[in-house]
């Protein structure tokens, strides 16, 4: 790859994502020249991208967004006149349909800003490659991040096709019955309520944890795919939201009702029960699942293990299908399974292989996966 950074020079050629698909239309926004020259050089270079606009702020963002109605809009934070922060919140309050990924430093402060941004409404966020070194080697770090963030919203093949329209158009949806069988058993009364999220989990996690009332009777263990400071700083933002107590777990830390354990950035999340029957978390930097640590299936496995089916199980939006397996799991034991479903996902594809391999319980919009936590505790 050579270290010459084209021109700012938007793409126009017509062309293809497949057969009869047009390309990805982008909008590169941000205040630096030199990470717009990256990203559209990065951009540009992948089949079925194309480059349409650029934007030096907030401001200029907006005006580009209805002019040239992008399908995707990277967004710096940190900008003059008006930041990254402002401009999701205008998007979305223009009803902005275009898939917004965030860029930012991997700094406290950066952190923080991307938190805020994902649960005002933007879809995912990049870390911008340091300036320090070779051209090549950030170009490189920065696409490999960034174009799968971006295809998981377009390739059919990164989700699961969309459930038959009968089905999709049932307000309260239910996976087909499962096969009768020695491997199924029913779902004895919960104990605790496990959830696995990713793309698009903060939104979905800060609407549903707000319904959660403080007498909430079981303990709320959580994995959502973050690097280390992001699940911290999403564990205090859903703590001060929220009536729950809302922690990012520690070592030994004790699981009890009333509490949501969030899983630490790069560990594994483990569940165990000492000889005074308490229940503590145990983490470990154990090799990656589903190319994820933490990892859904880990978490699962675990509470499956622990609470021998007493559990519901929650699989939200998210990519690829982390979580299959540990529901599996915990299906066989006869823990109650829920699985967002399309329409509400930013992406299907964690709930999606949960509903395709028939271990859904229920399938139900974001809005109504508490209230049915809510019946499921009241059995």
């Given at each position: ?12 050629r017509?062309?293809?994502r497949?057969p ?9 926004v941000?205040d ?19 480059v349409?606009g650029?934007?030096?702020n ?6 580009k ?10 967004l ?17 309050q ?8 965030m ?10 800003a991307?938190i ?6 933007a ?11 070779p ?38 949806k ?23 999220v990713?793309?698009?989990?903060p ?8 319904q ?5 009777p ?34 030994g ?6 509490r ?16 005074s ?57 006869g ?6 479903d ?21 399938v ?16």
């Amino acid at each position: 790859m050579s270290n010459q950074i084209p021109f700012e020079t938007p793409g126009s050629r017509p062309g293809v994502r497949g057969p009869g698909r047009p390309k990805i239309r982008i909008l590169v926004v941000d205040d630096s020249v030199v990470i717009r020259r990256f990203l559209a050089h990065a951009l540009n270079e992948e089949p079925g991208f194309e480059v349409v606009g650029f934007a030096v702020n907030g401001a200029q963002a907006l005006t580009k967004a209805a002019e040239l109605k992008p399908d995707v809009i990277t967004l710096d934070i940190e900008m003059p006149e008006m930041d990254g922060l402002e401009t999701v919140r205008r998007l979305r309050q223009q009803a902005s349909k275009a898939c917004v990924i965030m860029c930012s430093t991997l700094t406290s402060r950066g952190a923080s800003a991307t938190i805020d941004a994902l649960v005002m409404g933007a879809n995912d966020y990049v870390t911008k490659p340091c300036h320090n070194g070779p051209m090549e080697a950030a170009l490189k770090t920065l696409t490999d991040e960034l174009v799968p963030k971006i295809r998981q919203f377009f390739d059919p093949h990164l989700a699961v096709p969309r459930l038959p329209a009968a089905a999709a158009s049932s307000p309260r949806k239910t996976a087909a019955p499962l096969a009768a069988g020695p491997h199924f058993v029913k779902a004895p009364l919960p104990k605790i309520v496990a959830i696995g999220v990713s793309t698009g989990g903060p939104t979905a996690l800060m609407e549903i944890m707000r319904q959660f009332p403080a007498s909430f009777p079981l303990p709320v263990v959580i994995v959502q795919h973050m690097p280390p400071l992001f699940t911290k700083l999403l564990a205090d933002r859903l703590n001060d939201q929220c009536s729950l107590e809302v922690m990012e777990a520690s070592a030994g830390l004790p699981v009890k009702a009333g509490r949501v354990v969030i899983a630490p950035g790069d560990f594994h999340m483990r569940l165990r029960r000492s000889t005074s029957k308490e229940v503590s978390v145990v983490l470990d930097q154990g090799p990656q699942e589903n190319s994820c640590r933490p990892a859904v299936d880990v978490l699962f496995r675990s509470v499956g293990e622990l609470y021998d089916g007493a559990a519901i199980g929650v699989i939200l939006t998210g990519m690829g299908q982390d979580g299959l397996h540990g529901v599996e799991q915990l299906k066989s034991k006869g823990a109650y399974i829920v699985a967002q479903d399309r329409s509400s996902s930013v992406v299907w594809g964690m709930p999606g292989a949960v509903v395709e391999a028939g271990l859904a319980d229920a399938v139900l919009g974001l809005r109504e996966v508490v209230p049915e936590i809510f019946r499921q505790v009241a059995r």
